[in-house]
Protein backbone atom coordinates (compact mmCIF):
# COMPACT_ATOMS: atom_id res chain seq x y z
CA UNK A 1 0.00 0.00 0.00
CA UNK A 2 1.56 3.35 -1.07
CA UNK A 3 -0.87 5.27 1.51
CA UNK A 4 -1.39 4.70 5.11
CA UNK A 5 -4.95 5.59 5.12
CA UNK A 6 -6.57 6.51 8.45
CA UNK A 7 -10.26 7.22 9.05
CA UNK A 8 -13.28 5.36 8.01
CA UNK A 9 -13.48 3.62 4.60
CA UNK A 10 -17.03 4.05 4.06
CA UNK A 11 -18.58 7.28 4.96
CA UNK A 12 -22.22 7.31 3.28
CA UNK A 13 -24.50 10.29 3.52
CA UNK A 14 -28.47 10.60 2.12
CA UNK A 15 -27.62 7.93 -0.73
CA UNK A 16 -31.18 8.43 -2.76
CA UNK A 17 -31.58 5.88 -5.25
CA UNK A 18 -34.79 5.45 -8.52
CA UNK A 19 -35.42 2.56 -11.01
CA UNK A 20 -37.48 4.66 -12.91
CA UNK A 21 -40.58 5.64 -10.65
CA UNK A 22 -39.98 3.11 -7.76
CA UNK A 23 -37.72 4.61 -4.77
CA UNK A 24 -34.92 1.91 -3.85
CA UNK A 25 -33.01 4.20 -1.68
CA UNK A 26 -34.60 6.62 0.76
CA UNK A 27 -31.14 8.25 2.28
CA UNK A 28 -28.84 5.88 3.76
CA UNK A 29 -26.53 7.13 6.18
CA UNK A 30 -23.75 4.46 7.00
CA UNK A 31 -20.16 4.64 8.45
CA UNK A 32 -18.06 1.93 7.58
CA UNK A 33 -15.08 1.85 10.14
CA UNK A 34 -10.92 0.96 8.73
CA UNK A 35 -10.72 -3.26 9.41
CA UNK A 36 -14.76 -3.47 10.30
CA UNK A 37 -16.94 -6.26 9.07
CA UNK A 38 -20.32 -5.01 7.74
CA UNK A 39 -23.28 -6.83 7.28
CA UNK A 40 -26.35 -5.78 5.94
CA UNK A 41 -29.06 -7.55 6.01
CA UNK A 42 -33.09 -7.33 5.10
CA UNK A 43 -35.60 -9.15 2.69
CA UNK A 44 -35.14 -8.80 -0.81
CA UNK A 45 -36.19 -5.63 -2.18
CA UNK A 46 -35.14 -4.03 1.08
CA UNK A 47 -32.17 -1.84 -0.97
CA UNK A 48 -28.79 -3.86 0.55
CA UNK A 49 -27.60 -5.17 -2.87
CA UNK A 50 -28.73 -1.43 -4.60
CA UNK A 51 -26.96 0.08 -1.70
CA UNK A 52 -23.63 -2.20 -2.09
CA UNK A 53 -23.42 -1.60 -5.39
CA UNK A 54 -23.47 2.32 -5.26
CA UNK A 55 -20.60 1.82 -3.06
CA UNK A 56 -18.10 0.95 -6.11
CA UNK A 57 -20.53 2.82 -8.71
CA UNK A 58 -21.61 -0.03 -10.51
CA UNK A 59 -24.92 1.59 -9.86
CA UNK A 60 -24.68 5.54 -10.02
CA UNK A 61 -25.85 7.83 -6.93
CA UNK A 62 -29.12 9.80 -7.78
CA UNK A 63 -28.82 12.26 -4.01
CA UNK A 64 -26.35 12.61 -1.96
CA UNK A 65 -22.43 10.72 -1.69
CA UNK A 66 -20.37 8.03 -0.83
CA UNK A 67 -16.82 8.73 0.35
CA UNK A 68 -14.51 5.70 -0.35
CA UNK A 69 -11.06 6.46 1.71
CA UNK A 70 -12.54 10.00 1.93
CA UNK A 71 -12.31 9.81 -1.64
CA UNK A 72 -15.71 10.51 -3.99
CA UNK A 73 -15.96 7.33 -6.74
CA UNK A 74 -18.57 8.71 -9.57
CA UNK A 75 -17.99 12.80 -9.14
CA UNK A 76 -15.59 15.15 -8.68
CA UNK A 77 -16.40 18.10 -6.30
CA UNK A 78 -15.48 20.81 -8.45
CA UNK A 79 -16.37 24.94 -7.22
CA UNK A 80 -19.14 23.74 -4.78
CA UNK A 81 -20.86 21.24 -7.08
CA UNK A 82 -20.63 17.62 -8.33
CA UNK A 83 -19.82 16.57 -11.05
CA UNK A 84 -19.70 13.49 -12.81
CA UNK A 85 -16.94 12.04 -13.00
CA UNK A 86 -14.96 10.44 -16.86
CA UNK A 87 -15.82 6.74 -17.26
CA UNK A 88 -11.93 6.25 -17.40
CA UNK A 89 -11.35 7.87 -13.91
CA UNK A 90 -14.81 5.89 -12.31
CA UNK A 91 -12.58 2.64 -13.41
CA UNK A 92 -9.18 3.52 -12.18
CA UNK A 93 -10.87 4.74 -8.81
CA UNK A 94 -12.91 1.74 -8.53
CA UNK A 95 -9.38 -0.60 -8.67
CA UNK A 96 -9.28 -0.69 -5.21
CA UNK A 97 -12.14 -2.30 -4.26
CA UNK A 98 -13.26 -5.68 -4.30
CA UNK A 99 -16.23 -7.01 -4.94
CA UNK A 100 -17.86 -10.65 -5.23
CA UNK A 101 -21.10 -11.17 -6.73
CA UNK A 102 -23.51 -13.44 -6.22
CA UNK A 103 -23.22 -15.65 -9.37
CA UNK A 104 -19.80 -16.06 -8.96
CA UNK A 105 -18.79 -14.26 -12.68
CA UNK A 106 -16.04 -16.08 -13.14
CA UNK A 107 -14.76 -15.33 -16.75
CA UNK A 108 -15.12 -18.51 -18.60
CA UNK A 109 -13.29 -18.39 -21.27
CA UNK A 110 -9.67 -18.03 -19.24
CA UNK A 111 -8.28 -20.41 -16.50
CA UNK A 112 -8.09 -20.07 -12.98
CA UNK A 113 -5.18 -18.65 -12.88
CA UNK A 114 -5.48 -16.01 -16.02
CA UNK A 115 -9.16 -15.06 -14.33
CA UNK A 116 -6.84 -14.02 -11.29
CA UNK A 117 -3.99 -12.46 -13.14
CA UNK A 118 -6.01 -10.35 -15.66
CA UNK A 119 -6.90 -7.26 -13.49
CA UNK A 120 -3.12 -6.77 -12.17
CA UNK A 121 -1.69 -7.31 -15.30
CA UNK A 122 -4.36 -5.23 -17.45
CA UNK A 123 -5.25 -2.66 -14.74
CA UNK A 124 -2.02 -2.27 -12.94
CA UNK A 125 0.41 -2.89 -15.83
CA UNK A 126 2.45 -5.67 -13.53
CA UNK A 127 4.56 -7.64 -15.06
CA UNK A 128 3.31 -11.20 -15.64
CA UNK A 129 5.71 -13.23 -12.95
CA UNK A 130 4.88 -10.56 -10.43
CA UNK A 131 1.02 -11.08 -10.66
CA UNK A 132 1.60 -15.11 -11.33
CA UNK A 133 3.42 -14.99 -7.87
CA UNK A 134 0.55 -13.02 -6.10
CA UNK A 135 -2.19 -15.19 -7.39
CA UNK A 136 -0.75 -18.65 -6.65
CA UNK A 137 -0.01 -17.65 -3.20
CA UNK A 138 -3.93 -15.77 -3.24
CA UNK A 139 -5.33 -19.29 -4.65
CA UNK A 140 -3.36 -21.34 -1.96
CA UNK A 141 -4.92 -19.09 0.59
CA UNK A 142 -8.42 -19.79 -0.89
CA UNK A 143 -7.23 -23.66 -0.80
CA UNK A 144 -7.27 -23.94 -4.50
CA UNK A 145 -3.65 -24.51 -5.12
CA UNK A 146 -4.16 -27.13 -7.41
CA UNK A 147 -6.51 -25.66 -10.25
CA UNK A 148 -5.08 -22.86 -11.50
CA UNK A 149 -5.28 -24.50 -14.78
CA UNK A 150 -8.76 -25.63 -14.61
CA UNK A 151 -11.66 -23.36 -16.26
CA UNK A 152 -14.47 -22.40 -14.05
CA UNK A 153 -17.04 -24.56 -15.90
CA UNK A 154 -15.38 -27.33 -14.31
CA UNK A 155 -15.07 -26.07 -10.40
CA UNK A 156 -17.75 -26.59 -8.19
CA UNK A 157 -19.89 -23.58 -7.42
CA UNK A 158 -18.02 -23.04 -3.86
CA UNK A 159 -14.73 -23.26 -5.39
CA UNK A 160 -15.82 -20.25 -8.70
CA UNK A 161 -16.57 -18.80 -5.45
CA UNK A 162 -13.28 -18.98 -3.75
CA UNK A 163 -11.66 -18.37 -7.33
CA UNK A 164 -13.63 -14.73 -7.94
CA UNK A 165 -13.04 -13.88 -3.94
CA UNK A 166 -9.11 -14.37 -5.11
CA UNK A 167 -9.44 -12.53 -8.33
CA UNK A 168 -10.86 -9.78 -6.40
CA UNK A 169 -8.03 -9.73 -3.65
CA UNK A 170 -5.29 -9.96 -6.19
CA UNK A 171 -5.71 -6.02 -6.58
CA UNK A 172 -4.90 -5.65 -3.21
CA UNK A 173 -8.02 -4.14 -2.66
CA UNK A 174 -8.61 -1.96 1.14
CA UNK A 175 -12.41 -2.72 0.86
CA UNK A 176 -14.28 -5.82 -0.30
CA UNK A 177 -17.96 -5.59 -1.00
CA UNK A 178 -19.77 -9.12 -1.26
CA UNK A 179 -23.22 -9.30 -2.78
CA UNK A 180 -24.87 -12.14 -1.13
CA UNK A 181 -21.66 -14.51 -1.98
CA UNK A 182 -23.47 -18.04 -0.76
CA UNK A 183 -27.01 -17.63 -1.95
CA UNK A 184 -26.10 -19.31 -5.20
CA UNK A 185 -24.44 -22.25 -3.56
CA UNK A 186 -25.77 -25.81 -2.48
CA UNK A 187 -25.92 -26.09 1.30
CA UNK A 188 -22.84 -28.33 1.63
CA UNK A 189 -20.31 -26.10 -0.21
CA UNK A 190 -21.72 -22.47 1.79
CA UNK A 191 -19.44 -23.69 4.44
CA UNK A 192 -16.30 -23.65 2.36
CA UNK A 193 -16.83 -20.21 1.28
CA UNK A 194 -17.65 -18.28 4.70
CA UNK A 195 -14.50 -19.55 5.79
CA UNK A 196 -12.54 -17.75 3.39
CA UNK A 197 -14.35 -14.78 3.77
CA UNK A 198 -14.01 -15.37 8.08
CA UNK A 199 -10.23 -15.86 7.72
CA UNK A 200 -10.08 -12.82 4.82
CA UNK A 201 -11.50 -11.14 8.40
CA UNK A 202 -9.30 -12.02 10.89
CA UNK A 203 -6.86 -10.69 8.68
CA UNK A 204 -8.31 -7.53 9.13
CA UNK A 205 -10.21 -6.86 5.83
CA UNK A 206 -12.81 -4.25 5.49
CA UNK A 207 -16.15 -5.99 4.41
CA UNK A 208 -19.52 -5.14 3.36
CA UNK A 209 -21.12 -8.19 3.20
CA UNK A 210 -24.74 -8.35 2.14
CA UNK A 211 -25.93 -12.08 3.13
CA UNK A 212 -28.87 -14.15 4.52
CA UNK A 213 -26.42 -16.31 6.88
CA UNK A 214 -27.59 -15.07 10.37
CA UNK A 215 -24.79 -17.64 11.66
CA UNK A 216 -22.37 -15.83 9.92
CA UNK A 217 -23.05 -12.17 10.81
CA UNK A 218 -23.38 -13.47 14.39
CA UNK A 219 -19.90 -15.13 14.66
CA UNK A 220 -17.90 -12.58 12.10
CA UNK A 221 -19.64 -8.91 12.04
CA UNK A 222 -18.75 -5.74 14.07
CA UNK A 223 -21.84 -4.22 13.06
CA UNK A 224 -25.41 -5.52 11.50
CA UNK A 225 -27.13 -3.17 9.67
CA UNK A 226 -31.24 -3.83 9.10
CA UNK A 227 -32.63 -2.05 6.04
CA UNK A 228 -35.76 -2.10 5.16
CA UNK A 229 -38.41 -0.44 2.18
CA UNK A 230 -34.57 1.84 1.24
CA UNK A 231 -34.44 2.33 4.89
CA UNK A 232 -31.83 1.70 7.60
CA UNK A 233 -34.00 0.37 10.26
CA UNK A 234 -31.37 -0.31 13.01
CA UNK A 235 -27.85 -0.95 13.25
CA UNK A 236 -25.68 -2.09 16.20
CA UNK A 237 -23.86 -5.04 17.07
CA UNK A 238 -25.58 -8.05 15.83
CA UNK A 239 -25.67 -9.74 19.12
CA UNK A 240 -27.99 -7.14 19.38
CA UNK A 241 -29.62 -6.26 16.10
CA UNK A 242 -30.22 -10.39 15.52
CA UNK A 243 -30.26 -11.36 19.39
CA UNK A 244 -32.68 -8.34 20.65
CA UNK A 245 -33.77 -6.07 17.92
CA UNK A 246 -35.22 -2.89 19.02
CA UNK A 247 -37.66 -2.42 15.91
CA UNK A 248 -40.85 -4.23 14.79
CA UNK A 249 -39.58 -4.97 11.30
CA UNK A 250 -36.38 -6.26 12.31
CA UNK A 251 -38.62 -8.92 14.45
CA UNK A 252 -40.61 -9.83 11.68
CA UNK A 253 -37.71 -10.91 9.17
CA UNK A 254 -36.16 -12.46 11.30
CA UNK A 255 -38.88 -14.43 12.62
CA UNK A 256 -38.90 -15.67 8.77
CA UNK A 257 -35.53 -16.68 8.16
CA UNK A 258 -33.90 -17.69 11.83
CA UNK B 1 -60.91 -48.06 -14.82
CA UNK B 2 -61.82 -51.19 -16.00
CA UNK B 3 -62.35 -50.77 -19.54
CA UNK B 4 -58.45 -49.70 -19.55
CA UNK B 5 -56.77 -52.38 -22.70
CA UNK B 6 -52.84 -50.98 -22.02
CA UNK B 7 -51.97 -53.77 -20.05
CA UNK B 8 -54.28 -56.44 -21.86
CA UNK B 9 -51.53 -58.71 -23.11
CA UNK B 10 -49.92 -61.90 -21.94
CA UNK B 11 -48.30 -62.29 -18.81
CA UNK B 12 -44.80 -63.33 -18.72
CA UNK B 13 -43.10 -65.44 -15.66
CA UNK B 14 -39.57 -63.48 -14.90
CA UNK B 15 -38.18 -66.52 -14.05
CA UNK B 16 -39.18 -67.86 -17.67
CA UNK B 17 -37.12 -64.72 -19.11
CA UNK B 18 -34.48 -65.32 -16.78
CA UNK B 19 -34.27 -69.35 -18.08
CA UNK B 20 -33.38 -68.30 -21.56
CA UNK B 21 -30.45 -68.74 -23.25
CA UNK B 22 -30.36 -64.93 -24.91
CA UNK B 23 -30.83 -61.99 -22.61
CA UNK B 24 -30.75 -58.95 -25.58
CA UNK B 25 -33.49 -58.72 -27.65
CA UNK B 26 -33.71 -59.36 -31.12
CA UNK B 27 -33.34 -55.66 -32.78
CA UNK B 28 -35.83 -54.32 -34.87
CA UNK B 29 -35.26 -53.34 -38.01
CA UNK B 30 -36.94 -50.53 -39.63
CA UNK B 31 -38.71 -51.40 -42.79
CA UNK B 32 -38.70 -48.41 -44.37
CA UNK B 33 -35.05 -47.87 -43.94
CA UNK B 34 -34.22 -50.71 -46.60
CA UNK B 35 -36.31 -49.42 -49.49
CA UNK B 36 -35.85 -45.97 -48.83
CA UNK B 37 -31.97 -46.84 -49.02
CA UNK B 38 -32.64 -48.97 -52.19
CA UNK B 39 -34.72 -46.05 -53.94
CA UNK B 40 -32.24 -43.91 -52.96
CA UNK B 41 -29.26 -45.81 -54.71
CA UNK B 42 -31.33 -46.47 -58.03
CA UNK B 43 -31.68 -42.48 -58.33
CA UNK B 44 -27.57 -41.95 -57.97
CA UNK B 45 -27.45 -44.35 -60.49
CA UNK B 46 -29.55 -42.58 -63.04
CA UNK B 47 -27.48 -39.77 -61.89
CA UNK B 48 -23.91 -41.05 -62.61
CA UNK B 49 -25.15 -42.73 -65.74
CA UNK B 50 -26.27 -39.55 -67.13
CA UNK B 51 -23.32 -38.11 -65.89
CA UNK B 52 -21.01 -40.50 -67.73
CA UNK B 53 -23.80 -40.72 -71.17
CA UNK B 54 -24.44 -37.01 -72.07
CA UNK B 55 -21.97 -36.34 -74.13
CA UNK B 56 -23.36 -32.17 -73.53
CA UNK B 57 -21.09 -32.75 -70.13
CA UNK B 58 -17.99 -33.20 -71.73
CA UNK B 59 -15.63 -34.40 -69.25
CA UNK B 60 -12.64 -34.08 -71.36
CA UNK B 61 -13.07 -30.36 -72.19
CA UNK B 62 -13.30 -30.18 -68.26
CA UNK B 63 -10.18 -31.53 -67.18
CA UNK B 64 -8.36 -29.89 -70.27
CA UNK B 65 -9.97 -26.21 -68.51
CA UNK B 66 -9.99 -27.67 -64.14
CA UNK B 67 -5.96 -26.16 -64.39
CA UNK B 68 -5.94 -23.49 -67.13
CA UNK B 69 -3.96 -20.74 -66.29
CA UNK B 70 -6.70 -18.14 -66.64
CA UNK B 71 -8.95 -20.15 -64.23
CA UNK B 72 -6.26 -20.86 -61.39
CA UNK B 73 -5.77 -17.02 -61.86
CA UNK B 74 -8.84 -16.58 -61.33
CA UNK B 75 -9.34 -18.35 -58.45
CA UNK B 76 -6.11 -16.24 -57.09
CA UNK B 77 -8.02 -13.39 -57.90
CA UNK B 78 -11.29 -14.96 -56.14
CA UNK B 79 -9.57 -15.88 -52.76
CA UNK B 80 -8.18 -12.42 -53.02
CA UNK B 81 -11.01 -10.55 -53.30
CA UNK B 82 -13.15 -13.00 -50.62
CA UNK B 83 -10.69 -12.06 -48.05
CA UNK B 84 -10.35 -8.49 -48.81
CA UNK B 85 -14.19 -7.72 -48.53
CA UNK B 86 -14.60 -10.06 -45.42
CA UNK B 87 -11.72 -8.29 -43.81
CA UNK B 88 -13.56 -4.80 -44.58
CA UNK B 89 -16.49 -6.62 -43.50
CA UNK B 90 -15.34 -8.00 -40.38
CA UNK B 91 -13.63 -3.99 -39.25
CA UNK B 92 -16.82 -2.32 -40.11
CA UNK B 93 -19.12 -4.55 -38.65
CA UNK B 94 -17.15 -5.14 -35.64
CA UNK B 95 -17.46 -1.06 -34.86
CA UNK B 96 -21.27 -0.61 -36.07
CA UNK B 97 -21.60 -3.37 -33.74
CA UNK B 98 -20.16 -1.71 -30.70
CA UNK B 99 -21.40 1.31 -32.20
CA UNK B 100 -24.93 0.16 -31.93
CA UNK B 101 -24.62 -1.46 -28.63
CA UNK B 102 -22.97 0.85 -26.44
CA UNK B 103 -22.85 4.63 -28.32
CA UNK B 104 -24.67 7.73 -27.94
CA UNK B 105 -28.15 8.19 -29.37
CA UNK B 106 -26.73 9.64 -33.00
CA UNK B 107 -23.54 7.25 -33.38
CA UNK B 108 -26.65 4.44 -32.84
CA UNK B 109 -28.55 5.75 -35.02
CA UNK B 110 -26.11 6.48 -37.69
CA UNK B 111 -25.37 2.58 -37.26
CA UNK B 112 -28.92 1.55 -38.00
CA UNK B 113 -29.67 3.62 -40.86
CA UNK B 114 -26.15 2.26 -42.34
CA UNK B 115 -27.15 -1.10 -41.35
CA UNK B 116 -31.14 -0.68 -42.86
CA UNK B 117 -28.86 0.45 -46.72
CA UNK B 118 -26.29 -1.48 -46.94
CA UNK B 119 -28.96 -4.43 -46.12
CA UNK B 120 -31.98 -3.34 -47.86
CA UNK B 121 -30.50 -2.81 -51.66
CA UNK B 122 -29.34 -5.53 -53.42
CA UNK B 123 -24.98 -6.12 -53.53
CA UNK B 124 -25.21 -6.49 -57.40
CA UNK B 125 -26.64 -2.93 -57.70
CA UNK B 126 -23.92 -1.67 -54.91
CA UNK B 127 -21.24 -3.17 -56.63
CA UNK B 128 -22.05 -1.73 -59.98
CA UNK B 129 -22.46 1.85 -58.18
CA UNK B 130 -18.71 1.42 -56.59
CA UNK B 131 -18.10 0.45 -60.56
CA UNK B 132 -19.27 3.28 -61.71
CA UNK B 133 -18.31 5.45 -58.96
CA UNK B 134 -16.09 7.82 -61.83
CA UNK B 135 -19.18 9.04 -63.32
CA UNK B 136 -20.79 10.41 -60.27
CA UNK B 137 -17.56 11.89 -58.70
CA UNK B 138 -14.86 12.07 -61.46
CA UNK B 139 -12.53 13.62 -59.09
CA UNK B 140 -12.51 13.15 -55.07
CA UNK B 141 -10.18 15.46 -53.27
CA UNK B 142 -10.33 18.16 -50.74
CA UNK B 143 -11.91 21.08 -50.77
CA UNK B 144 -15.08 22.82 -49.21
CA UNK B 145 -18.23 21.08 -50.10
CA UNK B 146 -19.76 22.82 -53.14
CA UNK B 147 -16.38 24.50 -53.49
CA UNK B 148 -13.23 24.20 -55.63
CA UNK B 149 -10.83 21.04 -54.48
CA UNK B 150 -7.69 22.15 -52.74
CA UNK B 151 -6.06 18.91 -53.98
CA UNK B 152 -7.90 15.95 -56.20
CA UNK B 153 -7.12 12.99 -57.67
CA UNK B 154 -9.18 10.89 -61.05
CA UNK B 155 -11.41 8.51 -59.20
CA UNK B 156 -10.77 5.71 -61.34
CA UNK B 157 -6.66 5.87 -59.86
CA UNK B 158 -7.73 5.97 -56.50
CA UNK B 159 -10.35 3.60 -56.49
CA UNK B 160 -9.14 0.80 -59.31
CA UNK B 161 -11.71 -1.61 -60.21
CA UNK B 162 -10.69 -4.72 -57.35
CA UNK B 163 -10.82 -1.73 -54.52
CA UNK B 164 -14.40 -1.27 -56.39
CA UNK B 165 -15.08 -5.05 -55.75
CA UNK B 166 -13.77 -4.90 -52.40
CA UNK B 167 -15.57 -1.96 -51.43
CA UNK B 168 -18.82 -3.15 -52.62
CA UNK B 169 -18.92 -6.25 -51.34
CA UNK B 170 -17.07 -5.47 -47.66
CA UNK B 171 -19.61 -2.51 -46.99
CA UNK B 172 -22.52 -4.99 -47.76
CA UNK B 173 -20.96 -7.63 -45.69
CA UNK B 174 -20.43 -5.16 -42.70
CA UNK B 175 -24.27 -5.13 -42.39
CA UNK B 176 -24.55 -8.06 -41.78
CA UNK B 177 -21.34 -8.97 -39.63
CA UNK B 178 -22.64 -5.89 -37.47
CA UNK B 179 -25.79 -7.71 -36.77
CA UNK B 180 -24.30 -11.00 -36.24
CA UNK B 181 -21.43 -9.70 -33.76
CA UNK B 182 -24.28 -7.71 -32.04
CA UNK B 183 -25.72 -11.28 -31.54
CA UNK B 184 -22.23 -12.07 -29.84
CA UNK B 185 -22.27 -9.56 -27.79
CA UNK B 186 -25.31 -9.76 -26.34
CA UNK B 187 -25.02 -13.45 -25.75
CA UNK B 188 -22.68 -12.58 -22.88
CA UNK B 189 -24.11 -12.14 -19.40
CA UNK B 190 -23.87 -8.34 -18.00
CA UNK B 191 -22.29 -10.31 -15.39
CA UNK B 192 -18.95 -10.56 -17.17
CA UNK B 193 -18.61 -6.94 -17.96
CA UNK B 194 -19.75 -5.99 -14.80
CA UNK B 195 -17.21 -8.66 -13.02
CA UNK B 196 -14.17 -6.69 -15.07
CA UNK B 197 -15.53 -3.39 -14.23
CA UNK B 198 -15.34 -4.08 -10.66
CA UNK B 199 -11.71 -4.94 -11.09
CA UNK B 200 -10.98 -1.63 -12.77
CA UNK B 201 -10.71 -2.53 -16.20
CA UNK B 202 -11.89 0.08 -18.44
CA UNK B 203 -14.32 -0.29 -21.62
CA UNK B 204 -11.31 -0.95 -23.90
CA UNK B 205 -10.11 -3.71 -22.35
CA UNK B 206 -13.37 -5.41 -20.80
CA UNK B 207 -14.62 -5.34 -24.62
CA UNK B 208 -11.21 -7.09 -25.60
CA UNK B 209 -10.34 -9.46 -22.79
CA UNK B 210 -14.00 -10.60 -21.33
CA UNK B 211 -16.48 -10.01 -23.96
CA UNK B 212 -15.28 -10.72 -27.43
CA UNK B 213 -13.51 -13.42 -27.03
CA UNK B 214 -16.47 -15.21 -25.09
CA UNK B 215 -18.78 -13.87 -27.65
CA UNK B 216 -16.59 -15.62 -30.15
CA UNK B 217 -18.07 -18.35 -29.56
CA UNK B 218 -21.80 -17.22 -31.01
CA UNK B 219 -20.13 -15.01 -33.59
CA UNK B 220 -17.96 -17.91 -35.06
CA UNK B 221 -20.06 -20.29 -37.10
CA UNK B 222 -22.57 -17.42 -39.04
CA UNK B 223 -19.04 -15.53 -39.28
CA UNK B 224 -17.96 -18.51 -41.53
CA UNK B 225 -21.52 -19.13 -43.04
CA UNK B 226 -20.60 -15.55 -44.77
CA UNK B 227 -17.42 -16.17 -45.51
CA UNK B 228 -18.54 -19.43 -47.32
CA UNK B 229 -21.57 -16.98 -49.13
CA UNK B 230 -19.41 -14.20 -49.57
CA UNK B 231 -17.20 -16.76 -51.60
CA UNK B 232 -19.91 -17.32 -53.64
CA UNK B 233 -20.93 -13.77 -53.69
CA UNK B 234 -17.80 -12.51 -55.60
CA UNK B 235 -19.05 -14.18 -58.90
CA UNK B 236 -21.22 -11.23 -58.95
CA UNK B 237 -18.56 -8.87 -59.63
CA UNK B 238 -18.06 -10.19 -62.99
CA UNK B 239 -20.56 -7.25 -63.79
CA UNK B 240 -17.43 -4.82 -63.10
CA UNK B 241 -14.83 -6.97 -64.70
CA UNK B 242 -12.58 -7.59 -61.79
CA UNK B 243 -11.49 -11.43 -63.50
CA UNK B 244 -12.47 -13.62 -60.56
CA UNK B 245 -13.40 -17.47 -61.33
CA UNK B 246 -16.20 -17.19 -62.96
CA UNK B 247 -15.01 -14.34 -65.25
CA UNK B 248 -12.61 -16.40 -66.46
CA UNK B 249 -14.57 -19.27 -66.87
CA UNK B 250 -17.42 -16.90 -69.04
CA UNK B 251 -14.25 -15.78 -70.58
CA UNK B 252 -13.07 -18.80 -72.45
CA UNK B 253 -16.97 -20.33 -72.71
CA UNK B 254 -17.50 -17.26 -74.61
CA UNK B 255 -14.47 -18.03 -77.21
CA UNK B 256 -15.22 -21.72 -77.60
CA UNK B 257 -18.95 -22.17 -76.97
CA UNK B 258 -18.41 -24.84 -74.39
CA UNK B 259 -20.21 -23.05 -71.63
CA UNK B 260 -21.58 -26.46 -69.36
CA UNK B 261 -18.06 -27.80 -69.17
CA UNK B 262 -16.92 -24.56 -68.46
CA UNK B 263 -19.06 -23.92 -65.63
CA UNK B 264 -18.63 -27.58 -63.69
CA UNK B 265 -15.06 -26.66 -63.78
CA UNK B 266 -16.01 -23.24 -61.56
CA UNK B 267 -18.60 -25.17 -59.65
CA UNK B 268 -15.99 -27.54 -59.41
CA UNK B 269 -13.53 -25.21 -57.52
CA UNK B 270 -15.67 -23.33 -55.54
CA UNK B 271 -16.82 -26.63 -54.26
CA UNK B 272 -13.03 -27.39 -53.29
CA UNK B 273 -12.65 -24.09 -51.62
CA UNK B 274 -15.86 -23.72 -49.51
CA UNK B 275 -14.94 -27.25 -48.39
CA UNK B 276 -11.84 -25.73 -47.13
CA UNK B 277 -13.57 -23.30 -45.39
CA UNK B 278 -15.94 -25.65 -43.90
CA UNK B 279 -12.57 -27.32 -42.33
CA UNK B 280 -11.39 -23.91 -41.09
CA UNK B 281 -14.14 -23.34 -39.59
CA UNK B 282 -14.47 -26.81 -37.55
CA UNK B 283 -11.20 -25.98 -36.19
CA UNK B 284 -12.07 -22.59 -34.96
CA UNK B 285 -15.20 -23.15 -33.26
CA UNK B 286 -13.24 -26.40 -31.62
CA UNK B 287 -10.52 -23.52 -30.66
CA UNK B 288 -13.16 -21.04 -28.70
CA UNK B 289 -15.59 -23.75 -27.81
CA UNK B 290 -12.29 -25.06 -25.62
CA UNK B 291 -13.45 -23.76 -21.83
CA UNK B 292 -17.07 -24.84 -22.50
CA UNK B 293 -16.56 -28.87 -23.50
CA UNK B 294 -17.08 -31.17 -20.55
CA UNK B 295 -13.86 -33.16 -20.99
CA UNK B 296 -10.44 -32.57 -20.96
CA UNK B 297 -10.75 -29.55 -18.02
CA UNK B 298 -7.52 -28.57 -18.00
CA UNK B 299 -4.77 -27.74 -21.07
Redesign the interface.
Known amino acids: MTDVATGPVIQAHDVHKSFGNLEVLKGIDLTVERGEVVCLLGASGSGKSTFLRCVNHLETVDRGFILVDGRLIGSDLVRGRLHEARPSVVTERRSRIGMVFQQFNLFGHMTVLENVILAPMRVKKEPREVAVERAVRLLRRVGLGNKQDSYPAHLSGGQQQRVAIARALAMEPTLMLFDEPTSALDPELVGEVLDVMRDLAASGMTMMVVTHEMGFARQVAGTAVFMSEGRVVEQGPPEKVIGAPDHERTRAFLGKVL | MSTDTRFHHDRVDLADLVAIADHEPVRRRAAGQAVGGAVILVLAGFVVAILVTNPGFDWPTVGRYLFDVSVLRGIAVTLELTIAAMSVGIVCGVVLAVLRQSGGPIPRSAATLYIWFFRGTPVLVQVLFWGFAASLFPRIGLGIPGGEFLVSWDTNEVIPIFAAAVLGLGFNEAAYVAEIVRGGLLSV?A??S??????????L?TLR??VL??AMRAIIPPIGNQFISMLKMTSVVLVIGVGDLLESVTQIYSRNYRQIPLLIVASIWYLVMTTLLTLVQARLEKR?G???SRVG???
Do not use: C, I, K
Request: aromatic content about 8%.
Open positions: PGQEAADALGLGRAFVPQFRSLGTR
